[in-house]
């Protein structure tokens, strides 16, 4: 691409022809199909196109250097691509953990090796990653977990179970904590990463209270990893894991807060559903003063955590990437997005208790379970209580309790 000396109207024409040249029109706009048409294995014709289109530019991760297949972009750029897309109504098919938590994890841990062998796949959108963490024994004392790594001379031989795997269903790769050192905690943890593929590898999804699954049990019986699959030193991966679930903090928290996790674009803002349903008075306010004043904290304490988490992207962007500060951001994204669907569920009154039917419009039963999977906010990517440790200790350096 060319450089344009930091001249972003330069770089939007440039933007607005090659998207008006590849972008396929039939995905533009309804974001909840276009979603489904992306994410259908087998893809469509046209999503495929697309997608490979994007990974070939480098745009579907913009600010990644151009030598691991990114757009190279700066940030200013970035967010030009960023409009020009909404413009037209596209959307980027190249994401995931992947891209979100892995892929900045492999730029600053990796071997050249694994950089050569998997951004590839990340960057074209081609190969799935899903996190092994969690264990039914070791969810917030992570550092317990049991799932064994063997060494076995060209291999590592793994045996046991993970839980809460998000999209493992559909994932290529594992990004997964194994236990290589039994005699020691934290100094005993290596990081694998594990072919979802191969044989011994069992995936059973959970089904949750809103009715889907996006979170699976994971089973590994006798699964044989090639050595050179180590990420970082042996014995060595609970420095990289904590890096990572800054990462992982980090977007889950904007995404909670910009109401992204769990919620189709079908779901009533705050705002709309109070009007709908509770009305408005004389002057034009809605007519519940109580839930007026409530909906006016939540639409203020949401303002001023968007614009935070603005300038902490900034921050990362231009430092050494996402802080202990992550897990704050994750606290108080998570309840924001939970007082949001709250409020909205309120205000839907007894249309707020439809899970389907005729008797419910598509919004409104989609709030309901849009309500019912923001439960889970406060536990994913560490639970609030986690996080407000890690605040404690990390941040504020406040001593244990006696």
Known sequence: MADFGGDVEAFRAEARDWLAANFPKSLAHDFDTQLAKLQARPETAEAKA????????????????KDIGGGGLTREQARVLAEEMASIGARNPIGGMGVSMFGPTLMEYGSDALKKQHFPGIVMGEVWWCQGYSEPGAGSDLAGLQTRAEDKGDHFLVNGSKIWTSGAQYADRCYCLVRTDTSKKHEG????????????????????????????????????????????????????????LQHE???????????????????PTVIEAAKANVGLDETGRLADPDLRRRVTEHLMENKAFQLTVRRQQDEARSGAGPSNLAAAMKYAGAKIAQDRNELVVESLGHQGLGWGGDGFAAGEAAAVRSWLRSKANSIEGGSSEINLNVVSKRVLGLPDPK
């Open 189 to 244: 943890i290596s990081f694998l990463l594990i072919d979802m593929h191969a044989p011994g590898v069992e995936v059973r999804p959970i089904l949750l209270i809103n009715g889907t699954s996006p979170f699976c049990e994971t089973f590994f019986t006798d699964v044989k990893v090639p050595k050179d699959q180590l990420f970082g030193p042996l014995n060595g991966g609970w420095t990289i894991a904590k890096r990572l």
């Open 50 to 65: 697309w997608r490979l289109a994007l990974g070939a530019k480098g745009w579907g991760v913009p600010t990644w250097p």
């Open 249 to 267: 903090r980090d977007g889950i928290g904007a995404s909670l807060g910009s109401g992204n996790i769990g919620a189709a674009s079908v779901v």
